[in-house]
């Protein structure tokens, strides 16, 4: 047998690669002309024939010099240059530039893959700027993982959090010595009138303190002093969109007097509209006046109506507070049994009790979609073995004249991130029209679901997401392609041989992995539609059908007692009784299935 080993050295000569490699391709190509010799000769040539027809290809093609050019002008990171084996990120530029132009050459595959991550991507970023909003955007309120919710338990007849009464709120209030502060407020409407149109407003009755104990500072104007907490005190703070859009955002409106409920009250101040408070019900406070409690309501332990906030003094943790307020529960069932027997106290977390119900349907959300982007990883991922597959050769070429594995793994991997980046960027435009569809199945009573947007924590995590998503299908390709018998892979069929069937094997891993985790989103979604019908044909015990509900909030100046408003009632309901097509007539507190206590 010939010794190619001193003709391919020549060859090599002006390539001054290291002593390793250069003996490495050498040992390597002599081998791969060894056995085209021996084809060719067991195909019936002889043995001076065949040498003789290997060296004339050899000679005609020139095939180590011309294939180094030609991989030079494509890819001259490629060679080995003395001095910077084992730098990753050298060339880095030649490496985007490179990329690029291959991706541009295959428009077919680059479409594809691109459509796929942008689908998963997208779909990541848009629920991530939900959860980003709801679950970890912190509330608008100085310090707010201070304050707490306080509620009374009131298990035994059925309310775990009930709302607490005005007189056992003053006493939480006068007893408790881990609060800096500790306010009130409760639900009201009211009317507006004598500025345009008239309108109905939501609003709150406050404790002076509330604003201090949030750290919310008015845009305008002062919030609520000391002394204006006292029956018969008359102001009132607008919400910053009420002021604009029936005060024009003028700055005089402090100490104007606004007609509310036929009285008239005094602005005094101005706050943001970011002032949400944790409620049952509306979340868009419009208006709010002191609490101001009346000496016979101060009295009251049988009346639940109030939600209370306070904050927590620094050095004091959660279950602190939890056990001083059980000993101030205990010691007002000792006091007033006839009205607090059993009745205990919950703190809770203000941030809790605000998205805690949203937490958990937002956080499988999230898992769902990043289920949908692993499937595009595993899509994408065989795309790029199959791609590899056809490139073998070239790649196999590219390490017999020098290249270093780890620097084609390396480009390999910029070419997978450079196109999970494009599809980030097309996937952050899906996200971004797909919030606008997404907003709108969310109720409006949700804390902060309107400063749901695309923000710079969003746009981080999309980068993280393409990033950590482009080496994720990235890899196992990049690593199968460039790591191969670098002696078969030369020989004619060689494709076919190990490398290809370790290829197969994977790319039918990674469909079963599809498929897997398709199925599992299919049973997922198969229980939720299956949840959503039940609950559909659920029987509430009652017939809601042919039925009309009317909210009505009598003003405390005509009707001030309760007397006056069962007479109202009682006279509402008779004359409703008499109108065409009414069955049958009835007044209730609360409606039924409506949030009372988590009752």
């Given at each position: ?148 919710v306080l509620w009374e338990n009131a298990t035994h007849l059925g309310f775990p959090k009930d709302t607490p009464s005005p007189a056992n709120f003053l006493d939480w209030r006068k007893q408790s010595t881990v609060f800096e502060g500790m306010a009130a407020f409760a639900e009201r409407s009211f009317n507006l009138t004598g500025v345009g149109e008239p309108e109905r407003l939501d609003g709150r009755r406050v404790s002076a303190n509330l604003f201090d104990v949030l750290g919310v500072k008015p845009i305008i104007g002062r919030t609520f002093v000391a002394q ?240 950590i998503t482009g080496l994720i299908f990235g890899l196992v390709p990049a690593s199968q392609a460039s790591h191969f018998n670098l002696n078969e892979t030369l020989k004619e069929g060689g494709r076919d041989s190990g490398a290809g069937a370790r290829g197969k094997r994977l790319r039918n891993s990674l469909v079963i992995a599809e498929v897997a985790i398709s199925f599992i989103l299919l049973v997922g979604a198969g229980l939720l539609i299956n949840s959503f019908v039940h609950l559909r044909n659920l029987d509430p015990g009652f017939r809601a059908d042919h ?53």
């Amino acid at each position: 047998m010939p010794d190619f080993k001193a003709e391919i050295r020549a060859r090599l000569a002006e390539l001054r690669l290291p002593p390793v490699r250069e003996a490495e391709i050498v040992e390597e190509f002599s081998q791969h002309l060894t056995d085209q010799l021996r084809r060719r000769s067991t195909g019936g040539a002889s043995e001076e024939e065949a040498r003789q027809a290997i060296f004339q290809d050899l000679n005609a093609s020139e095939l180590l010099n011309r294939e180094l050019k030609r991989v030079e002008r494509r890819a001259p990171a490629n060679a080995v240059i003395p001095g910077r084996e084992g730098k990753l990120f050298a060339d880095l530029g030649q490496d985007l530039r490179f990329g690029l132009r291959t991706l541009i050459k295959n428009p077919g595959f680059t479409i594809v893959a691109v459509i796929a991550l942008a689908l998963g991507i997208g779909a990541n970023s848009a629920i991530f700027s939900v959860v980003n909003a709801i679950l970890l955007r912190p509330l608008p309120y100085k310090s707010p993982d201070q304050l707490v919710v306080l509620w009374e338990n009131a298990t035994h007849l059925g309310f775990p959090k009930d709302t607490p009464s005005p007189a056992n709120f003053l006493d939480w209030r006068k007893q408790s010595t881990v609060f800096e502060g500790m306010a009130a407020f409760a639900e009201r409407s009211f009317n507006l009138t004598g500025v345009g149109e008239p309108e109905r407003l939501d609003g709150r009755r406050v404790s002076a303190n509330l604003f201090d104990v949030l750290g919310v500072k008015p845009i305008i104007g002062r919030t609520f002093v000391a002394q204006e907490d006292q029956p018969g005190t008359k102001v009132v703070l607008l919400n910053e969109s009420l002021w604009k859009r029936r005060f024009g955002g003028d700055p005089a409106v402090i100490g104007r007097a606004v007609n509310l409920n036929g009285e008239p009250y005094t602005v005094v101040g101005v706050l943001p509209p970011t002032v949400r408070l944790p409620t049952s019900g509306n979340w868009r406070d419009q208006v709010w006046v002191p609490l101001a409690f009346p000496s016979e309501e101060a009295a009251s332990r049988g009346a639940h109506y109030l939600e209370v906030i306070a904050r927590m003094k620094p050095a004091v943790t959660l279950p602190k507070a939890q056990a001083e307020m059980d000993t101030i529960a205990a010691r007002l069932a000792q006091q007033y049994p006839a009205t607090n027997t059993r009745i205990g106290a919950v703190v809770k977390p203000l941030h809790e009790e605000i998205v805690g119900k949203m937490k958990s349907p937002l956080l499988i959300l999230l898992g769902a979609v990043a289920f949908v982007l692993l499937i595009a990883c595993a899509n994408v991922a065989n795309l790029l073995l199959a791609r590899a597959a056809v490139r073998q050769k070239e790649i196999a070429l590219r390490l017999a004249l020098g290249a270093n594995r780890m620097r084609l793994t390396k480009q390999l991997l910029v070419e997978s991130v450079l196109l999970s980046l494009v599809g980030g960027v097309v996937g952050l435009g899906l996200a971004y029209f797909g919030l606008n569809v997404l907003t709108r199945f969310i109720p409006h009573d949700v804390a902060q679901a309107d400063t749901i947007t695309i923000d710079a924590k969003v746009l981080l995590f999309t980068l993280a997401v393409a990033v950590i998503t482009g080496l994720i299908f990235g890899l196992v390709p990049a690593s199968q392609a460039s790591h191969f018998n670098l002696n078969e892979t030369l020989k004619e069929g060689g494709r076919d041989s190990g490398a290809g069937a370790r290829g197969k094997r994977l790319r039918n891993s990674l469909v079963i992995a599809e498929v897997a985790i398709s199925f599992i989103l299919l049973v997922g979604a198969g229980l939720l539609i299956n949840s959503f019908v039940h609950l559909r044909n659920l029987d509430p015990g009652f017939r809601a059908d042919h039925l009309l509900a009317l909210n009505v909030d009598l003003s405390e100046v005509k009707y001030p007692d309760t007397q006056r408003r069962t007479t109202f009632f009682a006279e509402v309901a008779r004359r409703v009784q008499t109108l065409p097509g009414v069955r049958s007539v009835a007044v209730a507190g609360n409606l039924p299935l409506t949030i009372n206590g988590d009752s």
